[in-house]
Nanobody, 123 residues
Framework: QVQLVESGGGLVQAGGSLRLSCAAS????????MGWFRQAPGKEREFVAG????????AYTDSVKGRFTISRDSFKNKVYLQMNSLKPEDTAVYYC????????????????WGQGTQVTVSS
């Protein structure tokens, strides 16, 4: 059974940093694409960042470019999201997403999703 578990969320002041981790289990994900989404209160879930299986295809939503960095450790079945220069508008529940196809991840149609981790940025 596939399971995705996010960690690393919390409360941080504006301008601070957090590093989110997502641990995938249940199969080998070295050939899977991985990504991060977020959902703020009252808003739809939105794409944040995605990375293909080899790490040579990466995408970010415009609002986080230059501040967030996605990376993966295929040996550990983990994906990370380093978030710097955090802003109050980054406050949301952050979800990990995994799929065999990169286009499914970036389009929000991943086969597998985590339960989410809360990120709160105070002003």
């Amino acid at each position: 059974q596939v399971q995705l578990v996010e960690s690393g969320g919390g409360l941080v002041q504006a301008g601070g940093s957090l590093r989110l981790s997502c641990a995938a289990s249940g199969r080998t994900f070295s050939r899977y694409a991985m990504g991060w989404f977020r959902q703020a209160p009252g808003k739809e879930r939105e794409f944040v960042a995605g990375i293909n299986w080899s790490g040579d295809n990466i995408a970010y939503t415009d609002s986080v470019k230059g501040r967030f960095t996605i990376s993966r450790d295929s040996f550990k079945n983990k994906v990370y999201l380093q978030m710097n220069s955090l802003k109050p508008e980054d406050t949301a529940v952050y979800y990990c997403a995994v799929d065999e196809l990169y286009r499914m991840v970036v389009s929000g149609r991943s086969s597998y999703w985590g339960q989410g981790t809360q990120v709160t940025v105070s002003s």
